[in-house]
């Protein structure tokens, strides 16, 4: 989890535009609920995983394989100048 909230920072400071960053984690029985939000410009999601792969840009990508590791899911809604947010949704597990 930790490394998709680096990650997840990483990408928000490539972009000067976003002023204002909210990180929540919530455990919510049966799942453990990461958010990140930010207050950027935002995206077309399609286009940039589409050019993530061309420009072998890997920040998104990584982040994904990085919760299925721990069987979780990621989704990421972005609007052009209505910033992004991006949920990971991990399954409890006690260990």
Known sequence: MYRIVQEGLNNILRQPEAKNVRLKLVAAYPNIILRMEDDGKGFE?????????L???????SMRERANLLGGKVRITSKKGKGTKVMVKFPYQEK
């Open 45 to 53: 999601i399609e286009r940039r995983m589409r050019e993530t792969v």
């Open 55 to 61: 420009e072998k840009r890997m920040g998104l990508i």
